[in-house]
Each structure stands twice: as C-alpha cells, then as structure tokens.
C-alpha cells in the first residue's frame, strides 16, 4: 500500500499542501489529517507565508476519509477522534492566513469538507463534489454542515447533504459552492494567482475578516462531536462501513 503524505511546496510567499495518498485517491487518513494540521499551524506562525493553497495529487482533490481507519470503539473513542479533526478545521477557517483551495476531479466526503473550510474554491471545469457521509451510517462532519449552507442555502445544502447529489463545478459555481473556475488541469495554476492575490494583501484585515464569517463555527462543531460520536457506535454505522469495504450496497436498519 503506498504511504499517506503531504507535499509542501513554496511559491514565494503561498504554501502549496497538496495531499498525496494515490492507493485511497488522497483519502483523509489520520497521518494526512495530522501532516495538513501541522502544517497549517507552522504556516500561520511563519511571517513569510502569507497564503495557503490546498490541492490534491494525481488529478483528485480529496474521495473523503479513510474508510478502512473508521475504527472507533465507543462513544467517548468518536468524540475524540472528532477532537482532533476539528482543530484541523478551527486552523483553516480561523486562524490568520488565508487557503484556497485547487480541485481537480473529485472532492467528496471530507475532501468536499476540506474544500468548503477554505476561503477561496478554485475547481477544474470537470470537478465534482458530493457530501455521501449517509451511505455509511453518519452525518457530514469537519464543518460541513456549517459551511455549505453558508455557501449554497439551508435548502439546497440539505439535498447535497440527504440525496447525495453530485454536483459538478460549472453548477457549483452558480450555487455558491465555488468561486472560480479553472480549465481542467488548470485548478492550481488558477488557485495560485488567487493566493498570489491574497498574499499581497494587508493580513490583518483579512485575519479579523476569517473570525467574523466563521463565528458560529465553534458552537456548531461541538454539535458535530456529540453526534458523530454516537454515530460511530451504531449498527447503521458498522453496516455501512462493512458494506463499503466490501463493495455492496448496505442494509441499514435505523
């Protein structure tokens, strides 16, 4: 199986993370997840990166999390490990520089959530994203259900969010959902001229700016860590991961 990691890359004064897992299409596993986390935090404490770019390698953004490491053995066990991904996205959309984010293909599940925490989606013409957190017994998490509706109306949020719908990046951009689009194959050279942009900016307006737009945030993740912490010790739950990992349509029971 080939090794979960995160290439970092300047560009002068941007950071370009991209996340490299092509045997689970750059999935967030634990060590992609702590690897942006420490990045993200060093980048914020460093004068000289002014901006952040988030893309993906091999033509993916980012199919979700890592399926096959959802192990988790009891309520507290959930509630845990959505403590420590919710300071991933406390860094992104709180802290003082701002992301932006490069999508080639696909960013679903968490990759959609990734995405959504950044300031700024840049998507290839042929992107697509989709929540699909459902079809394994849990709800969207690291911030979904804050950001999208923010992004796109509590309406159309709770289809994308309930019906799985997939939604491709020239729709995307009519909704909200992104900002700019890009030829496909073009995503990060588009996501850099807009970090470039950002990056010459005054930082301090555009830090305070972040903490206004995500106020809310921390009320609403505390919701998302009880909740999928139960979640994670449902039988819906454990059916729909087993059905995953084994390619077939699940069985849910409620």
């Given at each position: 199986m080939s090794e979960a990691r995160l290439r970092e890359e300047k560009d002068g004064g941007v950071l370009v993370l991209t996340?490299?897992?092509?045997?689970?299409?750059n999935a967030i596993a634990p060590a992609v997840r702590a690897a942006l986390?420490?990045?993200?935090?060093?980048?914020?404490?460093?004068?000289?990166?002014?901006s952040i770019v988030v893309t993906g390698a091999g033509g993916t953004f980012c199919a979700g999390g890592d399926?096959?490491?959802?192990?988790?053995?009891?309520?507290?066990?959930?509630?845990?490990?959505?403590r420590r991904t919710h300071r991933l996205v406390r860094l992104m959309a709180r802290g003082g520089k701002p992301l932006v984010a490069a999508v080639e293909g696909w960013a679903a599940g968490a990759g959609m959530a990734v995405a959504c925490?950044?300031?700024?989606?840049?998507?290839?013409?042929?992107?697509?994203f989709v929540a699909g957190f459902h079809k394994i017994g849990l709800m969207s998490d690291m911030g979904l259900p804050y950001f999208l509706p923010?992004?796109?109306s509590v309406g159309r949020a709770r289809r994308i969010l309930f019906y799985h719908e997939v939604v491709n990046a020239p729709e995307g951009e009519r909704i909200g959902l992104v900002d700019y689009l890009a030829p496909p194959g073009k995503a990060l050279e588009v996501a850099?001229?807009?970090?470039?942009?950002l990056a010459a900016e005054a930082s301090g307006p555009i830090e305070l700016t972040k903490k206004i737009l995500s106020e809310g945030l921390?009320?609403?993740?505390?919701?998302?860590?009880?909740?999928?912490?139960?979640?994670?010790?449902?039988?819906?739950?454990?059916?729909?991961?087993?059905?995953?990992?084994?390619?077939?349509?699940?069985?849910?029971?409620?």
């Open positions: 996340i490299d897992y092509p045997e689970r299409k986390e420490d990045a993200i935090e060093r980048a914020h404490a460093d004068r000289a990166v002014r399926i096959s490491a959802m192990d988790v053995g009891d309520a507290l066990a959930g509630r845990e490990r959505m925490a950044c300031d700024t989606i840049v998507a290839a013409e042929d992107a697509r923010r992004r796109v850099l001229e807009k970090a470039h942009f921390d009320e609403a993740l505390a919701d998302e860590q009880t909740f999928q912490g139960l979640l994670f010790t449902t039988s819906d739950f454990q059916e729909g991961r087993a059905a995953f990992l084994e390619k077939r349509k699940p069985k849910f029971g409620g």
